[in-house]
């Protein structure tokens, strides 16, 4: 009989920040050899080694491979974003009758969290124990006022690799003043492997009868639209390629996919972790499931990706190279009143939870 691996956590110096800070990376690997690195930096996911049919082992998650370069010009890979996933529309929002400013750092809009989000952040880390497999555990204390958000926000952020090939993200936080959150992390990813090209022959699922359809600026209308009959209907599987190309005025305005997805559950509110999307790389045969408990997941092509970047294996990255399937509470849920909340007051718990789920087919 052969001996099982054991699956273990290394933690190493990656780097320091051009502030001083140190920034460690930690290596976490199952028993069958697939490999999740994180740095304490914005809780980057830098790569994700899962094997492809035959067994052979690729990264398949965008990423650089130096600090400067993540601190210098990343759009977000890897990163967990905060506080607020996606856009909130002129960097501003009303909550119990206050009007709160926040930094615009995309036109009038803010995105994901401001001009320095969690994805900006060194976090406290720590192995942690767990059941399910080995785990990370990340800590931020956000203070009240940072980047114009209410409350002193603690935020824990743990990282599991289970023996099943699966990697889930828990993200937990509590507030001491109302404030509104929407943690993501926003990992891209080319399941042929990173650096491989572009992901137009991806197949994807979604579990979305509906998505919410977005302005000149990308802030939603408020409208929850029929994906029927559009490039945005992926309840049967279908190639990302064709509809990332089309001439819909949705798909036009954002230069390609770049949508929240409303995802068919019972109850936006509810916490049960259902399958919301599934992506299979017919070239390689590997395949990535989402699951999570939030209503709504981003489909985003890499569209702004534009050749300016290189990427961990020295390949440059271009329109289309990687996708993000970004869980999340609806863009701008905090000016939208038809949209699932996105508050959360002192005494609650904000707990969501999204796993990845890796294998071959
Ligand atoms: C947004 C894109 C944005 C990208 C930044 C995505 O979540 O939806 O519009 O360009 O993040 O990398």
Redesign the pocket.
């Known amino acids: 009989m052969t001996a099982r691996a054991q699956s273990t956590i290394v933690r190493q110096p990656y780097g320091t920040t051009t502030a001083g800070v140190a920034v460690d990376m930690f290596t976490m690997t199952n028993a069958n050899g697939m490999e999740v690195k994180i740095i304490t930096y914005g809780g980057i996911i830098t790569a994700i080694r899962v094997p492809d049919r035959y067994g052979n082992m690729a990264n398949v998650a965008l990423g650089f491979n130096s600090l400067h370069d993540y601190e210098a010009k990343n759009?977000?890979?890897g990163c967990i974003?905060g506080r607020f996933?996606?856009?909130i529309a002129n960097a501003t929002f009303t909550l119990d009758g206050k009007t709160y400013t926040l930094a615009p750092n995309?036109g009038p809009n803010t995105?994901?969290g401001g001009n320095v989000g969690f994805d900006k952040r060194v976090w406290e880390a720590s192995e942690t124990p767990s059941d399910a497999g080995v785990a990370l555990r990340l800590h931020y204390l956000s203070p009240d006022g940072e980047e114009g958000y209410p409350g002193n926000l603690d935020v824990t952020v743990v990282y599991t690799l289970t023996d099943s090939n699966a990697l889930r993200i828990d993200y937990a936080a509590a507030t001491d003043a109302p404030t509104v959150l929407n943690l993501?992390n926003?990992s891209?990813f080319n399941l042929a492997g990173e650096g491989m090209g572009a992901i137009f022959d991806h197949i994807l699922m979604i579990d979305a009868d509906r998505y919410t359809p977005v302005d000149a600026t990308?802030i939603p209308t408020g409208e929850l639209a029929p994906v029927a009959g559009t490039p945005f209907d992926f309840r049967v599987p279908k190639a990302i390629g064709p509809g990332q190309r089309s001439n819909h005025p949705q798909v036009v305005v954002?230069r390609g996919y770049?949508?929240?997805f409303v995802l068919n559950r019972p109850d936006p509110h509810d916490d049960l972790l259902m399958l919301a999307a599934r992506v299979y790389e017919p070239g390689f045969g590997r395949v990535m499931e989402v699951w999570t408990t939030e209503p709504g997941i981003?489909f985003?092509a890499g569209?702004?990706l534009d050749a300016t970047l290189v990427g961990a294996s020295g390949h440059i990255y271009r329109q289309s190279d990687g996708f993000?399937l970004?869980t999340q509470r609806f863009?701008d849920a905090p000016n939208q009143p038809g949209f699932p909340s996105a508050v959360l007051r002192p005494g609650e718990r904000y707990a969501t939870a999204t796993v990845f789920k890796f294998a071959t087919d």
Do not use: K, S
């Open positions: 759009p977000y890979f974003v996933a996606n856009r995309e995105l994901h993501t926003h891209y990308l954002a770049d949508q929240n981003q985003y569209n702004f993000c970004e863009p």
